[in-house]
C-alpha cells in the first residue's frame, strides 16, 4: 500500500507558467487536503475536499485551484505561477473530515518542493 | 481567528529523560486536536488525534492530553530515545478557522 503519492518531487518553475501538482491515494479516503509549508510561517491550509466532487478554500486560496474529480486523485494548480509561491507543498488525506464521524487523522504524502523564479 | 502557540520552540534532553511539550490554542470550539512529528526534508506522520470529547490519547510511549476550557494540550514523552529526535507539530481543527497548526518544538535526545 503506497498510501499518498505526490509528484513532482521537486520543481524549478519559471514566473507566469502553469504547474499542476499531483496527489494520489489508495485508501479510499472521502477528505483530502493541500498545505503549504514555509520558514517562520508553517503549515497553512491551501485547499479541502470533504468528499470526490466538492471543494473548500482554506487559509491561503488565492493563487491556485483544486478539483474533485474522484476519490484518489486530488490535483493543485498554479494558473500563472509567482516566486511567493515558491514552498514545500503537502497533500494529505483523512477516512473522514472533521466533525466527529471519527477517521479524521490526517496522513500526509512525502511533498512538492517548488522553486518559482 | 485561531491561535495555535508551541512552547518551548526548542528543547534538548539526555536519553531517557520524560518529557512534555505543550500546546495552546485560542478558540476552544474545536473539533479535534492532531499532534505529529515531522523528520528534516520529509512530511509529516500523525501521532494522536484527540476529539473534542475525550480528553486523552495514549500510543506506546506517547500520552497526549486535551482540556479546552483552558485551551492547552500536552504532548508525553515517556524514557526518550535518540529516534524521538524531530519536529513536533500541533494542528487545531475548528469550525471558524479551519486547521491552524502550531509552529513546532523542535526536540533533541543526547545520547
Known amino acids: 500500500i503506497a498510501g499518498i503519492t505526490q509528484a513532482p518531487t521537486s520543481q524549478i518553475l519559471a514566473a507566469g507558467r502553469r504547474m499542476t501538482l499531483r496527489c494520489t491515494q489508495d485508501m479510499r479516503h472521502n477528505a483530502m487536503y493541500w498545505y503549504r509549508q514555509d520558514l517562520g510561517l508553517g503549515l497553512r491550509l491551501i485547499h479541502y475536499s470533504n468528499t470526490a466532487g466538492t471543494t473548500g478554500k482554506g487559509e491561503v486560496p488565492d493563487g491556485y485551484s483544486v478539483s474533485r474529480a474522484n476519490t484518489d486523485d486530488f490535483p493543485l494548480t498554479l494558473a500563472s505561477a509567482v516566486p511567493s509561491q515558491t514552498s514545500v507543498y503537502f497533500c494529505?488525506?483523512?477516512?473522514?473530515?472533521?466533525?466527529?464521524?471519527?477517521?479524521?487523522?490526517?496522513?500526509f504524502g512525502p511533498g512538492t518542493r517548488l522553486l518559482v523564479l | 481567528k485561531q491561535e495555535v502557540t508551541q512552547i518551548p520552540a526548542a528543547l534538548s534532553v539526555p536519553e531517557g529523560e520524560n518529557l512534555v511539550l505543550n500546546c495552546s490554542f485560542t478558540?476552544?470550539?474545536?473539533?479535534?486536536l492532531q499532534w505529529f512529528r515531522q523528520d528534516p526534508g520529509k512530511g509529516l506522520t500523525s501521532l494522536l488525534l484527540?476529539?473534542?470529547?475525550?480528553r486523552e490519547q495514549t500510543s506506546g510511549r506517547l500520552n497526549a492530553s486535551l482540556d479546552k476550557s483552558s485551551g492547552r494540550s500536552t504532548l508525553y514523552i515517556a524514557a526518550s530515545q535518540p529516534g524521538d529526535s524531530a519536529t513536533y507539530l500541533c494542528?487545531?481543527?475548528?469550525?471558524?478557522?479551519?486547521?491552524?497548526f502550531g509552529s513546532g518544538t523542535r526536540l533533541s535526545i543526547r545520547p
Open positions: 478558540d476552544s470550539a474545536i473539533y479535534n
Open positions: 494529505a488525506s483523512s477516512d473522514h473530515p472533521p466533525g466527529g464521524q471519527g477517521g479524521e487523522t490526517q496522513y
Open positions: 494542528a487545531v481543527w475548528s469550525s471558524a478557522s479551519k486547521i491552524i
Open positions: 484527540i476529539q473534542s470529547s475525550q
